[in-house]
């Protein structure tokens, strides 16, 4: 049996993502998601950083480190 098939990117929509460890799966088409940290759009092409336990994605790498010592603190 076949997977279910992938909704297809709608331009200029917002698609809804579940993020994994390793990659993510998209619940809702779309062309981008939004930066958890400043709200800018990410296509997704270019999405390349998220967080599985919190299920949001950022835009570059100091944007997610961020994130992580605002919720986690540190260590």
Request: glycine share 6%; net charge negative; charged share 25%.
């Given at each position: 049996?076949?997977?279910?098939?992938?909704?297809?990117?709608?331009?200029?929509?917002?698609?809804?993502?579940?993020?994994?460890?390793?990659?993510?799966?998209?619940?809702?088409?779309?062309?981008?998601?939004?930066?958890?940290?400043?709200?800018?759009?990410?296509?997704l092409?270019?999405?390349?950083?998220?967080?599985?336990?919190?299920?949001?994605?950022?835009?570059?790498?100091?944007?997610?480190?961020?994130?992580?010592?605002?919720?986690?603190?540190?260590?």
């Amino acid at each position: 049996m076949n997977p279910p098939p992938k909704p297809l990117p709608v331009q200029g929509r917002e698609a809804v993502l579940r993020y994994d460890r390793a990659d993510f799966d998209i619940v809702e088409g779309g062309d981008h998601v939004r930066c958890a940290v400043s709200g800018k759009p990410i296509p997704l092409e270019r999405l390349t950083y998220w967080s599985a336990e919190l299920q949001e994605a950022y835009a570059n790498a100091a944007l997610m480190t961020q994130r992580w010592v605002e919720t986690h603190g540190r260590s």
